[in-house]
């Protein structure tokens, strides 16, 4: 079992959806909040489920991270690089996504490079969703195909059965946290809003990962605004992982309608 939630974790932290078009079935500025303040004698509280300690209530800390999220509009960026032991690159998967506070309006892309037979394979899916109906684009090998995403029936799929979650990767937050234990290393306040670095207490094996470190960003109000995760897995040969995502631009993120989207055949199947 912990070997499931370990690897299920990191791959969904990672935002590692499939690289195909069709979505996985279920994925600046902040306004300052007062710090909450412990009735109890014990360490400092920072953010909801962060104290002086770390993060010692994972569950509130994902909850207060989903619950600012969709309140409001915000822009999110994932890298997971994966290197052989030698340092030729495997694969790099950088993701780019805004989201909007009404439900399915979304702009994403998702940069892919894949070592396939010795070769770099570089592929590239761009989603979008106007609240309604959402759209994607794919390339690869220079050809670029557009289309309406629909389900097996031939209905148009509705934007929310994209990104779930609009990619607040809660649950995985969660259990990340869960699984690897953190100290707090300092704060620091910037335009106005008060931040808590968190990292591991010491690197963790969580088979079959190993070597396991997690480095944080919070914010007052229980944002994940930045976190680092690496790790090493053995597959054929030893690979080393590292994925950083991170939240920006909430409340000034806007959600603009690509010039693509006018190539897409709406009455194609």
Not at 105 to 111: E, G, I, T
Not at 224 to 247: F, K, L, N
């Amino acid at each position: 079992m912990l070997r499931a939630l370990a690897v299920a974790a990191l791959l969904v932290v990672a935002g590692c959806n499939a690289p195909t078009s069709d979505p996985a079935p279920d994925t600046a500025t902040m306004t300052p909040a007062s710090v909450p303040e412990s009735t109890a004698t014990g360490p400092e509280v920072f953010a909801p489920g962060v104290t002086g300690d770390g993060v010692t209530t994972p569950t509130r800390l994902a909850r207060a991270h989903a619950r600012t999220l969709e309140a409001t509009s915000y822009t999110v960026n994932q890298t997971l690089v994966q290197r052989f032991d030698n340092g030729t690159l495997r694969s790099r998967y950088v993701t780019h996504a805004r989201f909007a506070p009404e439900q399915g309006r979304f702009r994403a892309s998702l940069q892919q490079v894949d070592r396939e037979e010795g070769d770099r394979v570089r592929r590239r899916t761009r989603r979008f969703g106007d609240g309604e109906r959402a759209y994607v684009a794919n390339t690869e090998a220079n050809d670029t195909t557009y289309r309406l995403l629909r389900y097996p029936d031939g209905e148009p799929r509705p934007p929310n059965s994209v990104y779930v979650r609009n990619l607040t990767n809660s649950g995985a937050i969660e259990r990340l946290f869960t699984l690897v234990d953190t100290r707090t290393v300092g704060t620091f306040t910037e335009n106005g809003t008060r931040y808590v670095r968190v990292r591991s207490s010491e690197s963790a094996t969580l088979p079959p990962l190993q070597n396991v470190t997690l480095a944080a960003t919070i914010s007052e109000r229980g944002v994940v605004a930045q976190y680092r995760v690496e790790y090493d897995v053995v597959r054929t040969g030893r690979v080393e992982a590292t994925i950083v995502v991170s939240y920006t631009d909430l409340g000034t993120t806007t959600v603009d309608r690509p010039a693509w989207v006018d190539r897409v055949n709406e009455t194609a199947s």
